[in-house]
């Protein structure tokens, strides 16, 4: 598997592309309008209690105000250590409105909703997420070896304890990343005290900032992408800007050594996403039916609840039979799948409408297809199996945007509907309107205001019914096209 990071960096945005074996499969942006915002910590107000959904609303400064559920909050004991209880506290006991509360965001604005917000703080460091209101140590689970699993704790302890005869004893908890598999202790001692040392900070300004403000802003993409997306197996980091790659060059020497080595910078002409074919796929990605090569395809549609995927045979016929057709298109569909997910960054709930199969082996291989593409995403996916209706049904962590919420806004005409009325349904609107003006209102004629192919329509294929509808309503009609009007438009006005 050869995987390779292309970092692009404008003056007014940052893209990073995961590229594995030349093929686009995640694709992340940040807009300096819009820079995505979790992993941030605020100092916010609460402004608003609602105890019939267990929840809150904080004001941190943003347009809309954050939300926070009780799950969410966690009270502290007199040792400033979160107090975890099995049973989740009424809100009114947790938090009041114009109270003070720090937060961290775990999940972007998305659409009409505010941030999802936490008061279980972190900040990340290459190898370890320090929680510092707790002491626990947990490790990432995509690290499945048991021995490594104690090995990494064991070293997190005895480099805690080390630190603390030096006099640089921090409380708090760890969280070992999957990127800390296989690392030495000395890698693992320089990101502990960097993590005290930036928490020991961040204290300071919570105590000095006024409320709402900003305590703890997370890095740059491009620096990001270094410390989250970069693996061993990564062959190399491509950027395309000079002064960009100076600072991740910095960045790594100091906290990722292990990849400072890869970091290359890119001085072509040609722009780094072209050569690697990257924007025609975001281009694809925008598009609601992939095809496969097979010649099958999905349709992928997302909407507010849910994302959902038809599989399609298309024009592949097979060789052999039916079964063995489907079965074939089944499997193929199921690695696109993967791809399309972690390439939109699809999330929350969504189902897979797989072509039918009655061998359960089919079934099963399909199903075993689509885990192992997932494994490789590094977002949380659950898949729940295949329920009665033969759908699939599964989760994906969705904590941003997804790359068309993004890119795209609603269209102006249709309202995000993705149709139009046709033609021959807005005549039948305005001969309607027609009767409702004339009966209401005296006037000598009616003059019909439309777009072109709606008045042609009249005119035409029309012509017979509003000749009926003058002779109803006993006065003249006319026509005039408007070049501005969509479709949709029209106006009825008494002349």
């Not at 250590?81 to 999940?107: C, N, P």
């Amino acid at each position: 598997m050869s995987e390779e990071l292309l970092i692009n960096v404008a003056p007014t945005e940052t893209r990073v592309a995961l590229v594995e074996n030349g093929v686009l499969q995640e694709v992340y942006l940040e807009r300096s309008a819009r820079r995505g915002i979790v992993g941030n910590i605020y100092k916010g107000k609460v402004v608003r209690v609602l105890p019939g959904m267990q929840a809150a609303f904080v004001d941190i400064g943003l347009e809309r105000a954050g939300f926070i559920h009780a799950s969410d909050i966690a009270p502290l004991d007199e040792d400033g250590m979160e107090s975890r209880e099995s049973e989740v506290a009424d809100i009114r006991a947790l938090v009041r409105e114009g109270q003070s509360l720090v937060v961290q965001v775990v999940k972007d604005p998305i659409s009409s909703k505010g941030a999802r917000l936490t008061t279980h703080l972190s900040v990340s460091a290459r190898y370890l997420v320090y929680m510092p209101q707790t002491r626990h140590i947990g490790i990432s689970n995509r690290i499945e070896d048991e021995g490594e699993r104690e090995r990494l704790r064991g070293l997190v302890d005895l480099a805690s304890a080390k630190l603390a005869e030096e006099g640089q004893k921090g409380d708090g908890g760890f969280i070992l990343r999957t990127v800390a598999e296989g690392v030495s202790e000395e890698e693992l001692l320089r990101d502990i005290p960097f993590l005290y040392k930036l928490w020991h900070e961040l204290e300071q300004r919570i105590r000095s900032r006024p409320q709402p403000s900003v305590i703890y802003e997370d890095l740059p993409l491009f620096m990001r992408a270094l410390r989250d997306l970069a693996r061993p197996y990564t062959e190399k980091i491509r950027i395309d800007s000079r002064e960009a790659h100076g600072r991740a060059a910095e960045f790594a020497s100091k906290y990722a050594p292990e990849i400072a080595g890869r970091l290359e910078h890119y001085p072509g002409e040609r722009p780094l996403f072209d050569l690697y074919g990257v924007e025609e796929e975001i281009r694809k990605a925008l598009h609601n039916k992939v095809t496969l090569k097979s010649g099958g395809y999905l349709i992928v549609e997302q909407t507010e609840a849910m994302s959902t995927i038809d599989v399609n045979t298309g024009a592949f016929v097979g060789h052999r039979n039916l079964e063995e057709t489907i079965f074939k298109t089944n499997l193929e569909a199921a690695t696109a799948i993967a791809r399309q997910l972690r390439l939109r960054n699809l999330g929350g709930i969504i189902i897979i409408d797989f072509i039918d199969m009655k061998d359960p082996e089919h079934r099963r291989q399909v199903l075993r297809t689509l885990e192992k593409a997932l494994e490789r995403d590094h977002a949380k996916t659950s898949i729940t199996g295949v329920s009665e209706l033969g759908l699939v049904e599964m989760t994906r962590k969705r904590t941003r945007e997804s790359l068309g919420q993004i890119l795209c806004e609603a269209c102006p005409v249709c309202g995000g509907r993705g149709s139009l009325k046709s033609a021959e349904t807005v005549c039948f609107e305005i001969f309607r309107e027609i009767i409702r003006e004339a009966r209401a209102y005296d006037s000598e004629k009616i003059m019909v205001l439309a777009s072109q192919v709606v008045i042609d329509l009249l005119l035409d294929e029309e012509s017979a019914n509003v000749a009926d509808l003058e002779e109803f309503i006993g006065r003249p009609i006319q026509f005039q096209v408007e070049p501005i009007y969509n479709q949709e438009q029209y106006d009825i006005v008494l002349v």
